[in-house]
Protein backbone atom coordinates (compact mmCIF):
# COMPACT_ATOMS: atom_id res chain seq x y z
CA UNK A 1 0.00 0.00 0.00
CA UNK A 2 1.30 3.79 -0.47
CA UNK A 3 1.30 6.14 2.45
CA UNK A 4 -2.34 6.50 2.99
CA UNK A 5 -5.08 3.98 3.96
CA UNK A 6 -8.43 2.95 5.87
CA UNK A 7 -7.73 -0.06 7.95
CA UNK A 8 -10.67 -1.66 9.66
CA UNK A 9 -9.91 -4.19 12.65
CA UNK A 10 -13.09 -6.50 13.77
CA UNK A 11 -13.62 -9.46 15.90
CA UNK A 12 -14.76 -10.31 19.26
CA UNK A 13 -14.70 -8.99 22.66
CA UNK A 14 -11.33 -10.84 24.63
CA UNK A 15 -9.51 -11.40 20.90
CA UNK A 16 -7.04 -8.28 21.39
CA UNK A 17 -8.50 -6.05 18.71
CA UNK A 18 -7.28 -2.63 21.04
CA UNK A 19 -4.08 -4.11 21.23
CA UNK A 20 -3.24 -4.69 17.57
CA UNK A 21 -5.10 -1.06 16.32
CA UNK A 22 -2.38 0.17 19.32
CA UNK A 23 0.51 -1.32 18.36
CA UNK A 24 -0.41 -0.46 14.31
CA UNK A 25 -0.83 3.31 15.18
CA UNK A 26 1.68 3.82 16.99
CA UNK A 27 4.04 1.83 14.12
CA UNK A 28 2.39 4.33 11.50
CA UNK A 29 3.20 7.43 13.61
CA UNK A 30 6.77 6.35 14.21
CA UNK A 31 7.04 6.10 10.42
CA UNK A 32 5.86 9.49 10.33
CA UNK A 33 2.52 9.63 9.12
CA UNK A 34 -0.25 10.94 11.13
CA UNK A 35 -2.89 8.58 12.30
CA UNK A 36 -6.75 8.77 13.33
CA UNK A 37 -8.05 5.52 15.39
CA UNK A 38 -11.64 5.24 17.07
CA UNK A 39 -12.60 2.23 18.71
CA UNK A 40 -16.39 0.76 19.30
CA UNK A 41 -16.43 -1.87 22.23
CA UNK A 42 -20.13 -3.08 22.16
CA UNK A 43 -20.50 -5.89 24.55
CA UNK A 44 -17.33 -6.79 24.26
CA UNK A 45 -17.12 -8.62 27.65
CA UNK A 46 -19.88 -11.17 26.46
CA UNK A 47 -18.11 -11.84 23.24
CA UNK A 48 -20.10 -9.09 21.72
CA UNK A 49 -18.68 -7.18 18.12
CA UNK A 50 -15.53 -5.08 18.71
CA UNK A 51 -14.03 -3.01 15.92
CA UNK A 52 -11.35 -0.24 15.80
CA UNK A 53 -10.95 2.06 12.88
CA UNK A 54 -7.72 3.47 11.74
CA UNK A 55 -6.86 5.57 9.32
CA UNK A 56 -3.64 7.13 8.62
CA UNK A 57 -1.62 9.62 6.00
CA UNK A 58 -0.08 12.99 5.40
CA UNK A 59 -3.26 14.58 6.54
CA UNK A 60 -6.12 12.72 8.24
CA UNK A 61 -9.22 14.73 9.63
CA UNK A 62 -11.49 12.29 10.76
CA UNK A 63 -10.80 8.56 12.45
CA UNK A 64 -14.61 6.77 11.22
CA UNK A 65 -14.14 4.29 8.13
CA UNK A 66 -17.19 5.00 5.86
CA UNK A 67 -18.91 2.13 4.35
CA UNK A 68 -17.56 1.26 1.24
CA UNK A 69 -13.59 2.58 1.61
CA UNK A 70 -11.70 -0.11 3.86
CA UNK A 71 -8.81 -0.49 2.08
CA UNK A 72 -7.79 -3.47 4.31
CA UNK A 73 -10.05 -5.68 6.70
CA UNK A 74 -8.13 -7.63 9.71
CA UNK A 75 -10.87 -9.98 11.11
CA UNK A 76 -10.25 -12.18 13.80
CA UNK A 77 -12.48 -14.37 13.73
CA UNK A 78 -14.85 -15.45 10.28
CA UNK A 79 -18.07 -14.60 11.00
CA UNK A 80 -17.28 -10.50 12.13
CA UNK A 81 -15.32 -10.88 8.82
CA UNK A 82 -18.84 -10.85 6.77
CA UNK A 83 -20.80 -8.49 8.81
CA UNK A 84 -18.39 -6.08 7.92
CA UNK A 85 -19.01 -6.59 4.17
CA UNK A 86 -20.14 -3.17 3.27
CA UNK A 87 -17.04 -1.46 4.36
CA UNK A 88 -15.33 -3.32 1.40
CA UNK A 89 -14.67 -2.36 -1.77
CA UNK A 90 -13.51 -4.05 -4.69
CA UNK A 91 -10.06 -4.20 -4.10
CA UNK A 92 -9.69 -4.24 -0.52
CA UNK A 93 -8.13 -6.56 1.36
CA UNK A 94 -8.88 -8.83 3.79
CA UNK A 95 -6.96 -10.54 6.47
CA UNK A 96 -9.47 -13.26 7.62
CA UNK A 97 -8.00 -15.94 11.14
CA UNK A 98 -10.17 -18.70 10.21
CA UNK A 99 -10.14 -20.33 13.98
CA UNK A 100 -13.91 -20.26 14.95
CA UNK A 101 -15.52 -18.47 18.28
CA UNK A 102 -18.98 -19.64 18.39
CA UNK A 103 -21.33 -17.06 19.16
CA UNK A 104 -23.36 -17.23 22.52
CA UNK A 105 -26.83 -18.33 20.56
CA UNK A 106 -24.16 -20.83 18.71
CA UNK A 107 -22.26 -22.13 21.91
CA UNK A 108 -26.04 -22.61 23.38
CA UNK A 109 -27.10 -24.34 20.36
CA UNK A 110 -30.11 -22.10 19.81
CA UNK A 111 -28.72 -21.29 16.06
CA UNK A 112 -25.97 -22.83 13.44
CA UNK A 113 -22.30 -21.47 12.68
CA UNK A 114 -23.23 -21.00 9.51
CA UNK A 115 -21.15 -23.43 6.71
CA UNK A 116 -18.86 -21.57 3.91
CA UNK A 117 -18.80 -18.32 5.68
CA UNK A 118 -15.22 -17.54 3.86
CA UNK A 119 -17.15 -18.33 0.37
CA UNK A 120 -19.33 -14.97 1.36
CA UNK A 121 -15.45 -12.95 0.96
CA UNK A 122 -13.83 -15.44 -1.44
CA UNK A 123 -16.48 -14.91 -4.28
CA UNK A 124 -16.17 -11.17 -4.13
CA UNK A 125 -13.45 -9.15 -6.01
CA UNK A 126 -11.43 -8.65 -2.89
CA UNK A 127 -7.96 -10.08 -2.07
CA UNK A 128 -8.73 -12.48 0.93
CA UNK A 129 -5.52 -13.75 3.27
CA UNK A 130 -6.82 -15.79 5.27
CA UNK A 131 -5.11 -18.37 8.19
CA UNK A 132 -5.00 -19.80 11.81
CA UNK A 133 -3.71 -17.34 14.04
CA UNK A 134 -4.12 -19.50 16.70
CA UNK A 135 -2.90 -22.45 15.59
CA UNK A 136 0.67 -19.87 14.67
CA UNK A 137 0.38 -17.90 18.62
CA UNK A 138 -0.20 -21.87 19.89
CA UNK A 139 2.70 -22.96 17.88
CA UNK A 140 4.69 -19.71 19.68
CA UNK A 141 3.74 -20.87 23.17
CA UNK A 142 0.96 -18.45 23.77
CA UNK A 143 -2.40 -18.61 22.27
CA UNK A 144 -3.46 -15.06 23.83
CA UNK A 145 -0.74 -13.88 20.99
CA UNK A 146 -3.26 -14.04 18.06
CA UNK A 147 -4.10 -10.63 18.00
CA UNK A 148 -0.06 -9.77 17.71
CA UNK A 149 0.33 -12.60 14.79
CA UNK A 150 -2.70 -10.60 13.08
CA UNK A 151 -0.62 -7.18 12.69
CA UNK A 152 2.75 -9.15 11.48
CA UNK A 153 0.21 -10.27 8.61
CA UNK A 154 -1.40 -6.62 8.44
CA UNK A 155 2.61 -5.26 8.53
CA UNK A 156 3.27 -6.73 5.50
CA UNK A 157 0.80 -4.40 3.83
CA UNK A 158 1.66 -0.70 5.24
CA UNK A 159 4.47 1.12 4.37
CA UNK A 160 6.81 0.95 7.47
CA UNK A 161 10.07 -1.52 8.44
CA UNK A 162 9.93 -4.36 10.35
CA UNK A 163 12.11 -2.64 13.13
CA UNK A 164 9.52 0.10 13.90
CA UNK A 165 6.94 -2.54 14.92
CA UNK A 166 9.53 -4.55 17.12
CA UNK A 167 10.17 -1.31 19.00
CA UNK A 168 7.23 0.03 19.46
CA UNK A 169 6.29 -3.69 20.62
CA UNK A 170 9.19 -2.73 23.17
CA UNK A 171 7.22 0.76 24.50
CA UNK A 172 4.04 -0.33 24.82
CA UNK A 173 3.69 -3.97 25.81
CA UNK A 174 4.86 -5.13 29.37
CA UNK A 175 8.44 -7.16 29.41
CA UNK A 176 7.05 -10.16 30.80
CA UNK A 177 4.86 -10.51 27.39
CA UNK A 178 7.15 -9.46 24.96
CA UNK A 179 9.30 -11.54 23.47
CA UNK A 180 6.44 -14.24 22.73
CA UNK A 181 4.52 -11.25 21.30
CA UNK A 182 7.67 -10.40 18.69
CA UNK A 183 7.93 -13.97 18.35
CA UNK A 184 4.20 -13.85 17.06
CA UNK A 185 4.64 -10.91 15.35
CA UNK A 186 7.15 -12.72 13.29
CA UNK A 187 5.63 -16.05 12.65
CA UNK A 188 2.69 -14.09 11.44
CA UNK A 189 4.95 -11.55 9.34
CA UNK A 190 6.32 -15.54 7.84
CA UNK A 191 3.08 -16.70 7.03
CA UNK A 192 2.23 -13.42 5.17
CA UNK A 193 5.47 -14.51 2.51
CA UNK A 194 3.97 -18.13 2.13
Same mark, same amino acid.
Not at 94 to 103: F, L
Given at each position: ?10 ? $?? /? ?7 ? $? ?19 ? =? ?5 ? &???? !?? %? ?22 ? =? ?15 ? &? ?9 ? /? ?17 ? $? ?7 ? =?? %? ?6 ? #? ?32 ? #?? !? ?6 ? &????
Amino acid at each position: MNGKGNILFCG $VG /GQGILLASE $VTAYSLLAAGMEVRKSEVHGM =AQRGGSV &TAHL !RY %GGKVYSPLISPGEADIVVAFEMME =AVRYLPYMHSGSKVIVN &THKIYPPVVAT /GKMVYPENVLDELTSRDIH $VRELNAFDI =AS %GVGEVRAV #NIVMVGVLSTYLPVDEQVYVDVMHERIPERFRDV #NI !RAFQEGRK &TAAL
